[in-house]
């Protein structure tokens, strides 16, 4: 167990929808990630948050946001989606200290399908 | 932007033998390179990691080597158990850009 959690652990939903994922860092994380895993895309970063504010931004699509809250919990927002986003997606949080490659611990992601 | 290359894609290792996979990165200031194991329906959970300021670093029965000249680093399972299969994921990073990008992702099956 990472101590990264993630919720909820399914989702299904039809196209043109909006979704919501969460995601609790571990105790003390202060940075969080967001990563989509498909099968033709592998492990794709999409966006880091730390102490509420956007950091580094990677493949993200604009109908996609995310946030991160002052309690440092984060949420990713899906909207209008399409057939290709059911995937997994997954958050990982770091300590979030700027001058130290940190690990990265992942939670157990969020299975995503959109019919 | 970095590129990470990871073969095999499809690993098969006869339990009790070793198991290698290997990494290539594009990026010359990539300096930290974790590898994650996935299982089925799991998240990816990080087994060893390592810096570049080193060459290897061994946990048990798993070791990673760099070779910071070729841009190669690879994980090396020894004495291999069932318990081992899973999908392997070596990724690259560099300071300033907390950005991980992973490589593609080798299947590991030990056949008991």
């Known amino acids: 167990d990472s101590g990264v959690t993630q919720t909820p652990k399914h989702l299904i939903t039809a196209t043109g929808q909006r979704v919501t994922l969460r995601c609790s860092p571990r105790?003390?994380?202060?940075?969080v990630y967001w990563y989509q895993q498909s099968l033709d895309q592998g492990l794709q970063f999409l966006i880091q948050y730390y102490n509420g504010e956007e950091r580094a931004k990677g493949n993200i699509l604009e109908r996609f946001s995310a946030q991160q809250f002052p309690d440092l919990h984060s949420e990713l927002n899906l909207s209008s989606l399409e057939l290709g986003d059911s995937a997994l997606y997954f958050c990982?949080?770091?300590?979030?200290?700027?001058?130290?490659?940190?690990?990265?611990?992942f939670g157990p992601g969020t299975r995503l399908l959109v019919l | 932007g970095e590129n990470v290359e990871q073969h095999p894609s499809t690993l098969s290792v006869q339990e009790g033998d070793s198991a290698v996979i290997k990494c290539t990165y594009s990026?010359?200031?990539?300096?930290?390179f974790p590898w994650y194991k996935q299982e089925l329906g799991k998240g990816p959970q990080l087994i060893i990691d390592?810096?570049?300021?080193?060459g290897e670093k061994k946990d048990q029965r798993i070791a990673v080597t760099l070779n910071k000249t070729a841009k190669h680093f690879s994980l090396h399972i020894t004495e291999t158990q069932p318990e081992d299969s899973a999908v392997y994921f070596c990724a690259a990073l560099y300071f300033g850009n907390e950005k991980l990008t992973f490589g593609t992702g080798t299947r590991l099956t030990i056949i008991p």
């Open positions: 990982a949080s770091s300590l979030g200290l700027a001058d130290l490659q940190e690990t990265q611990y």
């Open positions: 990026d010359s200031a990539s300096n930290y």
């Open positions: 390592i810096r570049s300021n080193v």
């Open positions: 105790s003390g994380d202060l940075s």
